[in-house]
């Protein structure tokens, strides 16, 4: 425990957070996708749904490695 490198260990927790965002985004385009298939909602209402997503989810990444940027120039 002495060798470990808080800055390596902080870099392996936050690209285990944008891959588990990668795999929500995907799994919540499939969803909507199968929503608009079984007509319960409208094309354009996924649309607009995948859009609010996707960029929900690039400013969560964006103030992710805002925070991990600012955690290693704290070092």
């Not at 060798?3 to 902080?10: C, K, M, P, T």
């Not at 199968?34 to 996707?54: F, H, S």
């Amino acid at each position: 425990m002495a060798n470990f490198d808080f800055g390596d260990g902080l870099r392996k927790v936050f690209l285990a957070g944008v891959g588990a965002l990668a795999t929500t985004v995907e799994k919540s385009q499939e969803i909507i996708d199968d929503l608009v298939k079984k007509g319960e909602i409208t094309v354009e209402q996924g649309k607009a749904l995948n859009t609010e997503l996707k960029h929900k989810a690039s400013e969560a990444k964006k103030e992710a490695e805002a925070k991990a940027d600012a955690e290693e120039s704290d070092k």
